[in-house]
């Protein structure tokens, strides 16, 4: 009879303990996963109506298996969580490095004025290379075949951002114009920082050992890597054996890539340069690409290339951006109306791990529209701050891009 009663006032103990933590924030969030997998322990605590109303009186009631007892004690479940935001092209036209041409070079700086607070909150933050970034020494050039100043870069790093994709139509530009130079030049500048801040840019190297080089970061005990690849070529090609400069997409190398890297990181990033120009909605070949990938346990896919804001959706387990549009370009209005328009998009990456198993899941996926401007200077602006005087018609257009973004998935927040 002792033995009974000491059980008793034990569980009640343990009951008691773990009703507290549920009013203590830092530990109530993860008592309440914990109780979600075991209903019994979640009854007795809260009583028959569970613990999702806080409106509903509490209260202890019956007792519980021992089994699912220790199933709240000794769960290993951890999280983890980092936070990533993601963007479009820079699509540096001639008058844009031609504005922001100093005494001694090119500052870019101003750009991200109104931006850059915003970036900087964030872990991973993303952007597409469109223009090739080869260099002043080289002479800089404007579309159809681009080459842009080094200090474009330096203004991206500075907003906050380190993850690049150098892979798309246009990496072979400076090519055909300035030779393997402008490869050369390009690749050694994003070394450079990668030595310098650990930014990861991905997508074309200067040797087949270059491209070969495994390339893992690690954030808050998350570990992340990074593909990208291009299915538009411009009808610019690598001469044979060359295959490196720029990453081609095939089911085939897209496979072995991911193999090599899927049991080496916790979350994969691919980021695709697809589709069609001036479009705002993936076709066909988007969606197949995209299931492909999440057949392969990629975990974000990151789309570019139309310059215009196409859907996001979740296929499958993976989280697809079929189109983030341009961030920074001098496109016209007049001729593509929704070139200037773009978006930052931020997602919660939540890392768990259950008895040595790491699963990745997202919780508050946003997309906060934004808008090129130019004045004196060019400035991405976000949707929030925009007047009637510095963009036509903002409000119409807010309500054209949260319904694209949220085409697929409308629980996707659309921030002005």
């Not at 979740?314 to 328009?341: C, I, K, W």
């Not at 004196?376 to 973004?405: C, D, G, H, Q, W």
């Amino acid at each position: 009879m002792k033995k009974a009663t000491g059980f008793f006032i034990a569980l009640d103990v343990l009951i008691i303990l773990l009703a507290v933590a549920l009013y203590l924030p830092f530990t109530a969030e993860k008592i309440r996963g914990l109780l979600a997998d075991c209903p019994a322990a979640e009854q007795i605590i809260y009583g028959s109506g569970g613990g999702r109303s806080s409106g509903e009186s509490r209260q202890s009631v019956g007792l519980i298996n021992q089994e699912d007892i220790n199933k709240v004690l000794v769960s290993d479940t951890n999280e983890t969580r980092i936070t990533m935001i993601m963007t479009g092209d820079a699509l540096i036209h001639s008058s844009v490095y031609k504005t922001h041409k100093t005494a001694d070079g090119y500052d870019f700086m101003d750009i991200f004025e109104y931006t850059k607070p915003i970036i900087q909150q964030y872990d991973l933050a993303y952007y597409n290379q469109e223009t090739i970034l080869g260099g002043s020494e080289l002479g800089l050039s404007n579309y159809p075949q681009f080459n842009s100043p080094q200090e474009v870069g330096d203004a991206f790093v500075d907003a906050g951002f380190n993850l690049v994709s150098l892979c798309n139509n246009h990496t072979l530009d400076g090519r055909y114009r300035y030779g393997d130079k402008a490869l050369i030049n390009s690749r050694n500048y994003w070394n450079n920082w990668y030595e310098k801040e650990g930014i990861i840019a991905t997508g074309s190297w200067t040797s087949w050992e270059e491209r070969e080089q495994i390339v893992i970061g690690e954030m808050k005990g998350i570990t992340y890597a990074m593909l990208s690849y291009t299915t538009v070529d411009n009808m610019l090609y690598p001469p044979k054996g060359k295959e490196y400069l720029t990453n081609f997409y095939s089911e085939e190398q897209v496979k072995k890539d991911v193999e090599v890297y899927r049991d080496k990181v916790d979350l994969l990033i691919v980021a695709m340069h697809w589709g069609v120009d001036y479009i705002l909605t993936p076709n066909s070949s988007e969606k197949q690409i995209a299931k492909y990938l999440s057949s392969l346990g990629v975990d974000i896919v990151i789309g570019n290339h139309g310059h215009y804001l196409q859907p996001i959706d979740m296929v499958g387990d993976t989280l697809v951006f079929y189109g983030l549009g341009n961030f920074v370009s001098a496109q016209s209005e007049e001729h593509r109306p929704y070139s200037l328009t773009g978006c930052l998009a931020s997602v919660d990456i939540i890392k768990s791990e259950d008895d040595g198993k790491v699963k990745i899941s997202f919780e508050n996926v946003r997309a906060q529209l934004v808008y090129t401007q130019k004045s004196e200077k060019y400035k991405v602006i976000p949707y929030s701050k925009l007047t009637k005087r510095t963009s036509r018609n903002n409000e119409a257009m807010y309500e054209k891009f949260k319904k694209v973004l949220t085409e697929f998935w409308d629980d996707i927040e659309v921030i002005e």
